[in-house]
Each structure stands twice: as structure tokens, then as C-alpha cells.
T-cell receptor, first 114, second 117 residues
Framework: DGGITQSPKYLFRKEGQNVTLSCEQN?????MYWYRQDPGQGLRLIYY???????QKGDIAEGYSVSREKKESFPLTVTSAQKNPTAFYLC?????????????FGPGTRLTVT | AQSVAQPEDQVNVAEGNPLTVKCTYS??????LFWYVQYPNRGLQFLLK??????LVKGSYGFEAEFNKSQTSFHLKKPSALVSDSALYFC???????????????FGKGTKLSVIP
């Protein structure tokens, strides 16, 4: 069964703690993405990766970090430097980062920081 | 820079009636355009895309969209709405000709569609 998995579905953390969100895909896609979704604001790109061991900042990378050590995995760390981390986080992948490809999305992780 | 506007936060339509969800875009080059749907607390599902060719694009679940270059629009349509179509719809654009923009997909803020029984 192919697709993108994100875990956990819900995550609760105390302010000041770093937290890592998992994203795994078995679609053999080269490109992977992290988005943040807030009510009424659509999706905003945090980071993307075109290939293993390479990634670029998106529009709102401050306070976040990523790694891409394996093709199938693209974890996102929300650091204590992120001023407003409570949001719905979506991971996506596509066969390539450029051109005509649509993106395939995971089910999302809802992070609440108090 | 590329951008997308979805001018309606919410669209209400009666079951069985045709529906339209509006989208306009701005890119410096040629656009690649996409529509996605999101059900509550779920990820986005791809509906359809325009890359080139025929201006009328057909997609999943009976949806279609019409690309209009002169009006820079890509409105989503369905001839007969179902209650199960109620969801959040996102339009997205990528600039086919721009170096940096060709990597990044820019999303609109979404339109909530409610189909009333």
C-alpha cells in the first residue's frame, strides 16, 4: 500500500521544547516538502528537498530544521525558536521538485504547544 | 513572484445544482495550475491540473476546471453537486518558466464548499 505516512496524528508539547515530526514515503519520490497550515491562511512552505542530503528553505523556515538522510524520510524539527508553533503540519512528496508534477500529501500532524 | 487568489472564503450550493469555485493567479511566465481538496483534519487530495493544451481539464470525482489565460483564471466546476463534495478546496500555481518559482507551489487560502441537502 503506497503513500505518505506522518506520525503522530496529534502531538502536544510544552513551550521551550524541541519536537520532531515524522514523514515517510514509499512512493520512490525524489522530492519532499513540509507545509504549515493555519486557519484562513492556506498552506505555507517551510522546507523542501529535491534529493537526498539536500534541502532548501521555503517561505517560513525560521525556527524549523530538517534532514534528508534517506530518500523515503524527511523529518521536521520544530525548535523552541519558532514563536508560534501550534499548527497543522503537512508533509508531501512528488516525483521531482520541478515541472509538472502534482504533490501527494500525508494525513498531517496537529501540533499543540502550551 | 507568483500568487493565487481565491476570492470567496465560502461557497454554498444546493445538492444537485452546479458548483463553481473561483481561482485567479499571477505568474511572470506560463502557469502550471492545480486543484486540491481537503476533508476535515486530513491531508490534501489532488483533483486535477492544467499544464498545457486543452483549456478544459477533467479530473477526479466529476470535477473539471477551465483555464482562461486572458482572465488569468482557473475556476473549478462540477455539473451536479453532492453533499459529499463539502470540503475545503485549494487552488495552486507554479511558474513554469521561472528558475526559483518552478520549484515552489503557491497555494491560495482555500474556499470552503458547503453542499446543502
Amino acid at each position: 500500500d503506497g503513500g505518505i505516512t506522518q506520525s503522530p496524528k496529534y502531538l502536544f508539547r510544552k513551550e521551550g521544547q524541541n519536537v520532531t515530526l515524522s514523514c515517510e514515503q514509499n512512493l520512490n519520490h525524489d522530492a519532499m516538502y513540509w507545509y504549515r497550515q493555519d486557519p484562513g491562511q492556506g498552506l505555507r512552505l517551510i522546507y523542501y528537498s529535491q534529493i537526498v542530503n539536500d534541502f532548501q528553505k521555503g517561505d517560513i523556515a525560521e525556527g524549523y530544521s530538517v534532514s534528508r538522510e534517506k530518500k523515503e524520510s524527511f523529518p521536521l524539527t520544530v525548535t523552541s525558536a519558532q514563536k508560534n508553533p501550534t499548527a497543522f503540519y503537512l508533509c508531501a512528496s512528488s516525483p521531482g521538485a520541478r515541472g509538472v508534477y502534482e504533490q501527494y500529501f500525508g494525513p498531517g500532524t496537529r501540533l499543540t504547544v502550551t | 513572484a507568483q500568487s493565487v487568489a481565491q476570492p470567496e472564503d465560502q461557497v454554498n450550493v444546493a445538492e444537485g445544482n452546479p458548483l463553481t469555485v473561483k481561482c485567479t493567479y499571477s505568474v511572470s511566465g506560463n502557469p502550471y495550475l492545480f486543484w486540491y481538496v481537503q476533508y476535515p483534519n486530513r491531508g490534501l487530495q489532488f483533483l486535477l491540473k492544467y499544464i498545457t493544451g486543452d483549456n478544459l481539464v477533467k479530473g477526479s470525482y466529476g470535477f473539471e476546471a477551465e483555464f482562461n489565460k486572458s482572465q488569468t483564471s482557473f475556476h473549478l466546476k462540477k455539473p451536479s453537486a453532492l453533499v459529499s463534495d463539502s470540503a475545503l478546496y485549494f487552488c495552486a500555481v507554479r511558474d513554469a518558466d521561472s528558475g526559483a518559482g518552478s520549484y515552489q507551489l503557491t497555494f491560495g487560502k482555500g474556499t470552503k464548499l458547503s453542499v446543502i441537502p
